[in-house]
Structure formats: structure tokens, C-alpha cells
């Protein structure tokens, strides 16, 4: 009897990108042939994108607590089912979970499966580490050649990590404003560094901000199509955009939907559109909420009007078909609001009411590796990595001032 005839080339492509990232990762070993395929940026690609990589929820819960002397911090990445069952609350799979760390500070994106994570480093400066969840991969980025002059320890910065479409390489770009000493007049001092990924190494920007500029945190990563957004507002209380774009590594400017100045703003992204959520702070936290969504550069559509009644509460993210994250101030509690049947669904999360310590994403999978130069960091050992860099505290440690 002749022997099995293997499968057509495409019938096997097919198959494999239907795969978790967990089962692709063994399956590199079976032959050179479907290493190279699965590793290959086309197949990466495809499968990020295919329709049984859906998007779920995961969400980020740091915690703070006092051990003895110590003040340690704890931190939980889990994520939630596809479907979430109304009224149901669901079952959580932890990703990663670090008990005892000391420097933890926030953690920003996804971006094509990939987290920028920040943590605190002598004072007032910061360090930053690039972590694929699904790979298990993690890196820790070189320090930022910032050369700023003796201003006040106050000041914002912000991040953004994409995708240059034209170099295929990942960067990050990060913003710091600084303001003068007092005498010297309100004037900030804007500085900006991007760091690529394929080179590893940082490099210094020129950004024309205008005299007041003051970024937000968006929601989740609003990154699309090569450029990145961030909502700012002036001092005279108008609201714009502010964009970097990851090719020509140029900063842009675009202007807002017509909204009320009193009324605040945050971005996200809702499906493959970057979205604008707004509320009226005149109802403290039980507001109507209305959702913007860029159709076009400088044109916006108002594609729906949320009033959740529910308790004092305060928004997320947007999630699905335009259900939304809401944090119960009073309680603690992540719900999930579905406003087509107005059914409240609890995702079983107790927060942290001493901390601003949660954050909530819209999470696939990514065969993405974080790469140096030409090369691809090992897979193993990434739990030990990340609590390297975040400086795990030994249960007889010294006492931690955060």
C-alpha cells in the first residue's frame, strides 16, 4: 500500500493559522520547514489577523499592601473568554502574575500583541521593557538619551509604541514636558526621544508643541495605520490631537469633534477606527456618554450616546459591539455594560481603592518577536526576566518607599 500523500501547501497554511500561539510554538519543532513558516512575517501577519484570533479583554490589576515594615506591590495580568456570558461572571486566565515586586508603575498598548511596560528608576526617571504575552518573550529597553537642564521634578510625559509600515520595525516614541523654575516664567520645555526596535537604540526629536501642551493617556493604545494619537488640551481648555507618525517620525495635529469645552475627553480605538468618548463632569461620574469616531482625517461621526444607570462609576474601555468597561467607584467592581439590553455583567475583579491600578485592553494574540538587531530573544526563562527588571522583593526584603 503506498504511504499517506502529504497535505496540499495551502491546506496546511490554512490549518496552522487557525492555531493558538500556544500550540504554533511547539508545532516549529515538528520540521525546518514549518519553523521557518511560522516565523515568517507574512504568516505572523495573516495570523494576527485571522478571524479565530478575536479580540478579549485583558486587563492589568496592580495592588499595593504593607508587609511588616515594606510596601510592596502585586500585579495581575489575566484575560477573559471571548464570549462573556451575560450575567455570568467569567472565568479569568492568568497570563502573568508578579506578588511581589517594587517598581511596577503602568503598562501601555497592545500594539500587534506587544506591551510597553514602565517602571520607576532613581527618582523621577523612568525604564521601559517590551513584553509579548503569548510568546512569552520579554526585553528590557536601554535608557533614553535625555540631556534635560535642572527644572522642577513636575512633569508629564507619555508614550506611544507602533509600527514604521515602511522599515517593518517596531519603535516606540516618548514624550517628556518639563516646566522652568519658578521667576522664570510658565513656559514648558517639550523633549521627545524614539527608540527602534531592529537597531535598539534610541535617538533624539524635535517637537513643535505649542506653549501649553498637555498629553492624556489614551484608554487603550491608539495606534492605526503607522501613526499614533494622543487627545491634548490647553490651557485655554480646547481640546486637539496630537499624532507621531512612526515612518517620517514627524508630529501632526488634528482637530476634535465640536464638543462642549467644559465637557472632558479621552481616546481609544473602537474596531479599526480611532474613537473619542466624552462625558459631562457636571454629572460626577454617572454621565451621558457619547462616542466619536474619526471616519476620515479631520471628519468625525457621533456613532452612539451611552447613559448607563448604574452606580457611581467611571469608564475603562470599549469593548465588541460598543459594550463598555465601567470601574464602580464604590465597590471597586469592573463591569462590563452592555447598552443595547442595559445588562450589567460583573468580570470579577476586586480593585485596589488606595492605587489608580488598573487597566483594561482589547488583547490578541501575536506570533510578533520582539527582536535585537537580527536576532530574536529566547523564549525561556521570561517570568524570571520580568521580575528582574521590576525587582522582585524577597518575603525578608527591606523596607520599599514607592
Known amino acids: 500500500m503506498d504511504g499517506c500523500r502529504p497535505l496540499p501547501e495551502d491546506l496546511v497554511v490554512d490549518i496552522l493559522l487557525r ?101 520607576k528608576f532613581y527618582g523621577d526617571d523612568v525604564c521601559l521593557g517590551l513584553w509579548n504575552p503569548a510568546t512569552r518573550e520579554f526585553r528590557s529597553l536601554p535608557p533614553a538619551p535625555f540631556e534635560i537642564e535642572y527644572f522642577f521634578s513636575d512633569h508629564d510625559h507619555q508614550f506611544g509604541l507602533g509600527f514604521d509600515l515602511l522599515t517593518q520595525d517596531y519603535k516606540v516614541v516618548w514624550i517628556r514636558v518639563f516646566w522652568d523654575e519658578p521667576g522664570q516664567g ?33 484608554l487603550d493604545a491608539t495606534y492605526l495605520n503607522g501613526v499614533y494619537y494622543w487627545l491634548s488640551r490647553g490651557l485655554d481648555e480646547i481640546y486637539t490631537i496630537r499624532s507621531f507618525d512612526m515612518g517620517s517620525e514627524q508630529f501632526g495635529e488634528m482637530q476634535v469633534p465640536d464638543i462642549p469645552r467644559e465637557h472632558w475627553g479621552t481616546l481609544t480605538l473602537r474596531g479599526n477606527s480611532l474613537a473619542l468618548l466624552t462625558g459631562d463632569p457636571g454629572q460626577p461620574m454617572t454621565s451621558i456618554y457619547d462616542v466619536w469616531v474619526l471616519e476620515q482625517q479631520g471628519t468625525w461621526s457621533k456613532v452612539l450616546t451611552v447613559q448607563p444607570h448604574i452606580d457611581v462609576h467611571w469608564p475603562r474601555n470599549i469593548w465588541g459591539n460598543d459594550k463598555m468597561v465601567f470601574e464602580i467607584a464604590e465597590t471597586s467592581q469592573l463591569v462590563l455594560y452592555d447598552p443595547t439590553t442595559r445588562q450589567v ?58
Open 19 to 119: 492555531l493558538p500561539v500556544e500550540s504554533l510554538l511547539r508545532f516549529k519543532c515538528v520540521c525546518k520547514h514549518w519553523y521557518a513558516l511560522i516565523k515568517s512575517p507574512s504568516f505572523i501577519e495573516k495570523h494576527f489577523h485571522h478571524k479565530n484570533n478575536c479580540a478579549r479583554l485583558l486587563v492589568c490589576n496592580l495592588k499595593v499592601a504593607r508587609e511588616g515594615h515594606a510596601i510592596v506591590k502585586s500585579v495581575v495580568f489575566s484575560l477573559l473568554p471571548e464570549e462573556i456570558v451575560p450575567g455570568v461572571i467569567p472565568e479569568q486566565k492568568t497570563l502573568l502574575q508578579l506578588p511581589r515586586v517594587a517598581d511596577f508603575t503602568c503598562v501601555a498598548g497592545p500594539v500587534d500583541g506587544l506591551f510597553l511596560v514602565q517602571k
Open 186 to 218: 510658565v513656559y514648558p520645555r517639550v523633549y521627545a526621544c524614539v527608540y527602534s526596535s531592529c537597531n535598539n537604540s534610541w535617538k533624539h526629536l524635535t517637537p513643535e508643541f505649542p506653549s501649553s501642551p498637555t498629553l492624556s493617556a489614551p
Open 345 to 402: 455583567t460583573d468580570l470579577g475583579f476586586q480593585l485596589d481603592l488606595n492605587i489608580a491600578g488598573c487597566w483594561v485592553f482589547n488583547y490578541k494574540e501575536s506570533l510578533v518577536p520582539i527582536k535585537r538587531g537580527n536576532k530574536t530573544q529566547g523564549e525561556d526563562h521570561a517570568v524570571e526576566q520580568i521580575e528582574h527588571f521590576f525587582y522582585t522583593i524577597p518575603m525578608d526584603g527591606d523596607p520599599v518607599i514607592l
